[in-house]
């Protein structure tokens, strides 16, 4: 079965600090996407970044850039600069074998204090 | 104008009941999805259709019935409703799928609370 895990149920860090949440994954796809969705106070789920596992190079969108380490299926997110506004749950997902779903982690609580 | 749009956004019902969440994109997506969110904030898929054919269908109760009239709206009945049911159900869609690393776009979810 094809697992997410999240091994960070909470965490907290300081505004204009960085932090870093951690995600691995299993998959017995060659090629597959996986994304990091922020989920704030309000319940909406909005995309912060996704990562082709073909593509070497980790992907970056403004402060969030991912650590991808495809032979330890490894996905984790990096927050620089943190800012009130990043409180929320933040979820890890991976396209699932059958291309028509995404299996998410349980998530990480993450909570920017000023 | 909201990509994807569900109503209600909130329900509370009693035990029993029978109810519907609607759920429309206006981004002329063709595959459509129920996730199911619980107390735990666990995302778990339960529906997937593209093109308004079910291509996922979750281990879910027969009690759960989505139906797709056309490939813009993906509806979600709810029979019989139980306590175990209270969640928060999200709506979501992308254009074929996520294999091709297409992002699903999401509702702004249906809180139902079953008393």
């Known amino acids: 079965a094809q697992t997410v895990t999240q091994s960070q149920p909470e965490m907290s860090v300081q505004e204009a600090e960085t932090v870093t949440l951690s995600c691995t994954y299993d998959?017995?796809?060659?090629?597959?996407?996986l994304f990091w969705y922020k989920q704030p106070p309000s319940r909406q789920m909005i995309l912060v970044i996704r990562q082709e596992a073909y593509k070497q190079q980790n992907a970056t969108e403004n402060r969030f850039s991912v650590n991808f380490q495809k032979a330890a299926k490894s996905f984790s997110l990096k927050i620089s600069d943190s800012q009130l506004g990043d409180t929320a749950m933040y979820f890890c997902a991976c396209d699932s074998n059958s291309g028509y779903a995404l299996n998410f982690g349980k998530g990480t609580s993450l909570l920017v204090t000023p | 104008d909201t990509a994807v749009s569900q109503t209600p956004k909130y329900l509370v019902t009693q035990m029993g009941n029978d109810k519907s969440i609607k759920c429309e994109q206006n981004l002329g997506h063709d595959t459509m999805y129920w996730y199911k969110q619980d107390s735990k904030k666990f995302l778990k898929i339960m529906f997937s259709?593209?093109?308004?054919?079910?291509?996922i269908n979750e281990t879910v109760p027969n009690r759960f019935s989505p139906k797709s009239p056309d490939k813009a709206h993906l509806n979600l009945h709810i029979n019989s409703l139980e306590l175990g049911d209270s969640a928060v159900y999200f709506c979501?869609?992308?254009?074929?799928?996520?294999?091709?690393?297409?992002?699903?776009?999401f509702g702004e979810g249906s809180w139902l609370t079953v008393v």
């Open positions: 259709y593209n093109n308004k054919e079910l291509i």
């Open positions: 979501a869609s992308s254009q074929a799928n996520t294999h091709s690393g297409n992002t699903i776009y």
């Open positions: 998959t017995s796809e060659s090629n597959y996407y």
